[in-house]
């Protein structure tokens, strides 16, 4: 388990409410867009549904939520089936007691930033409306209890989008992309935030993102969605350093692809021969994937050779300020591939000169040639 989680589920013992969406299909007219998907989120688990636009995230989550109608499979909130697609009445949307989120949080512009976040608690609830007073203020927020939405910023409201959610104490979140619509700089620190917001309630949480660093970033475990299945599941750093497929490896941004082949123990590409990883079978077409910041570039040594690394020359290095961008040739006889490689910092060889590259076995994803 990890640090996070633990502190999490400690904090959820009394709020011991897990979401559980059993063998989920979902088709609009004759498009299946959810194909027999299992998602089972435990109490204080943050859990990212991660994947392409269009492979089914939003609707996963608008079916546990209750705004599309059940058609197969089952949906539990707790000890409670709130959802059977047996034809049965499902429970409508406003008894589930869930906290929803989406994209366009949009906040009631007629109404102050604390009406809008007890809009959903009854009068009587002051111990609610308490809650709701005290964490505005630990947002920093005390101060605009009284305005209306629009004086805030895009960040602000994102905050008081989330606090109304969370305000009637919901048993589940969802959350759907909540930070798209924030700029690079607000969103990270906005980000840490609602983590710790959601880390401090212990509240069982599943979020919706196509990005593959907030997913990172957010949860106990990303669940990789594509084409409507759920085609991998696990802790982030292991989805990011052991991706089961291309397509997964790929989610974390361009890779460059480059042909192999497997001799005996040994791993055979432009790169040169490294030891084959563990359960890739010879024989079979395969393709050698790296990302950019798994080539480790360095100038090439004078009068030395490059030992086990390959020669690459340097067709483009530009400067990100925290990172270099390169595009080199691989010296490789076969028409000369172009890699794209990332070093941190400042590295700008000059153009047309060769520096070595070297790739730790661990960087080395190979996988099965599409449709072999
Ligand atoms: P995005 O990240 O773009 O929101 P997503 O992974 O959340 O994508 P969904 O919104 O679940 O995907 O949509 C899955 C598929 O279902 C898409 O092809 C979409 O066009 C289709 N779809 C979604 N809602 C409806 C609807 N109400 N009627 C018909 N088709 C729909």
Redesign the pocket.
Known sequence: MTEQKAARQSVAEARADGLHMINVSHA??T?Q??KGVSVFVEPGELVC?L????????????LAAGL?DLQVGRITIGDEVVADGQGKPQLPPEKRNVGLMF?DFALFPHLTVFENIVFGLNDRDTARRDWARETLSTMGLAEYADAFPHVLSGGQQQRVALLRALAPAPRVLLL??PFSGLDVNRRAQIRQDTFQILTDLGIATLM???DPEEAMFMADRILV?QD?RIVQSGQPVDIYFHPETAFVAELFGPVNRLECRIEGDALISPLGRHPAPEGVAAGVPMELLIRPEALNLAPLPTGGTPGDACLLTVLSARSLGRSTHLALRLDDGAGGTVLNARMPGVFQPEIGTQVTARVAPENLLVFPVDGA
Do not use: A, I, N, W
């Open positions: 609009f007219g498009h867009v959810v549904l994947g392409p636009s269009g492979c089914g995230k939003t609707t996963l989550l608008r599309e994209q759907d992309e919706v993102t196509h969605m409507g």
